[in-house]
């Protein structure tokens, strides 16, 4: 199968949808994730999901998504001018928010993520024109793909392939790399 990717745009989470369009969402990621052959390792939906999800992708544990978050910060604060257009308020407060516990992690965190660990991250969505958006990090140090799904404006998970190799990087194929 051959799936486009669309060019990654940062920006900070959405509406919550009703629960009508959050199910059709829900029942169009799972067709998804079944057609690549893909299942989620579902983590707390506590507001840290994002950072759960990356953790365990990253240290094969939700448990470190505190370390994550701490990480993910820091990129924020030292690289303000490569994020700060994408914010629709002061940055200061962007930042205080997103630091927070349990604050939901947004696609500017995402960014921020692939460029401070330097990993592609591959984010499988329920978006009805968006099938998988594949993040970019400026400086790629490492070939690992982080493989996440996203129920828009509702939860993340890891993903991994179904085949029972668990940490196996899954091969999809693109035509042009994107870059943010």
């Known amino acids: 199968l051959h799936v486009e990717p669309c060019h990654h745009v940062p920006k900070i989470n959405g509406e919550i949808p009703s629960l009508d369009e959050a199910s059709m ?3 169009r990621l799972s067709d998804r994730l079944r057609l690549y052959e893909l299942t989620e390792n579902k983590v707390k939906g506590d507001g840290n999901c994002q950072f759960r999800a990356l ?3 990253l240290y094969q544990t939700p448990d ?8 993910i910060i820091s990129q924020l604060k030292s ?8 914010v629709p308020m002061a940055y200061d407060e962007y930042l205080e928010k997103v630091s927070r516990n349990g604050e939901w992690g ?3 965190t995402l960014q921020a993520a692939a460029d401070k660990y330097g990993v592609k991250i591959f984010v499988m969505t329920s978006f009805k024109d968006t099938c998988y958006i594949e993040i970019q990090p400026k400086v790629q140090k490492s070939n690992k793909v982080v493989l996440l799904s996203f129920w828009a404006e ?3 998970n890891s993903i991994f392939p179904q085949n029972g ?8 194929h693109t035509d042009t ?3 943010a």
């Open 25 to 27: 969402d829900h029942e």
């Open 55 to 57: 953790s365990d992708q």
């Open 64 to 71: 470190h998504h505190e370390f994550v978050r701490e990480q």
């Open 79 to 86: 690289n303000r001018e490569a994020y700060d257009g994408y």
């Open 106 to 108: 947004d696609h500017v």
């Open 154 to 156: 509702v939860h993340y």
């Open 165 to 172: 190799r668990k940490r196996m990087q899954p091969t999809f």
């Open 177 to 179: 790399a994107i870059s």
